[in-house]
């Protein structure tokens, strides 16, 4: 049973562009969240998705977005990119809203 | 505006020796909390957690204690292990389930001496 899977592991972006990021929710699971960790800090609450729909959001600004499609996948999207969103970004799911989260190995992003 | 803090940095112990990282919260409201420990290069994994309406809950090796009193939580492990080594962050949830928003605290690097 695979867990929670993210592509790509690793990516490097220059300032302005735009960046894409996947997240494979574990098998059944079909709630998904997206935080950000910065070098040396906790994880930070971005967002997160439930039937499709952004259910909840975290104090970020709207250059972060994202989507959950049918099969309950997710992407965050990130548009033009600052040097401080060099980060590592995981993403989490969970069956339902009640159940147990489970955490991804992440995808670092690096910004030049 | 809410947020949960670590105090210590670093925490170095000698194998064998038990090991205690802190945590201080400051949402009263806080009714869940859980302790994850994060491995160079992984996500966050589950160690223990623990609800508001209880003060200590004990699994393998770890023990979780909350003082709501203090708004304060700890997390012991006894036996330390070079496997140990990671860092450990304490979150804090308005509720149990998957649903609810985690606040992280900003880490505890725990060294194990051989």
């Known amino acids: 049973d695979a867990g929670v899977t993210q592509s790509p592991t690793h990516l490097i972006k220059t300032r302005g562009q735009q960046v894409t990021l996947r997240c494979s929710p574990k098998s059944g699971h079909d709630t998904v969240s997206w935080y950000q960790q910065a070098l040396g800090q906790g994880p930070q609450f971005i967002f997160q998705?439930?039937?499709?729909?952004?259910?909840q959001r975290g104090n970020f600004p709207d250059r972060f977005s994202g989507h959950q499609f049918p099969n309950y996948s997710s992407e965050l999207n990130v548009n033009a990119l600052l040097l401080g969103d060099s980060a590592l970004y995981l993403c989490?799911?969970?069956?339902?809203?009640?159940?147990?989260?489970?955490f991804g190995e992440g995808s670092r992003l690096t910004v030049l | 505006g809410e947020s949960v803090g670590l105090h210590l940095p670093t925490l170095s112990v000698q194998e064998g020796d038990n090991s205690i990282i802190n945590c201080a919260y400051s949402?009263?409201?806080?009714?869940?909390f859980i302790w994850y420990k994060q491995e160079s290069g992984k996500g966050p994994q589950f160690i223990i957690d623990i609800r508001s309406n209880m003060d200590k809950r004990q699994g393998q090796r770890v023990t979780v204690l909350l003082n709501k009193t203090v708004k304060h939580l700890s997390l012991q492990i006894a036996a330390t292990q070079p496997g140990d080594s990671a860092v450990y962050f304490c979150a804090e949830s308005p509720a149990t389930g998957g649903g609810n928003k985690l606040t992280f605290g900003t880490g505890t690097q725990l060294k194990v001496e051989l």
């Open positions: 998705y439930y039937e499709e729909e952004e259910r």
């Open positions: 949402n009263s409201a806080s009714d869940y």
């Open positions: 989490a799911s969970s069956l339902s809203l009640t159940g147990e989260l489970f």
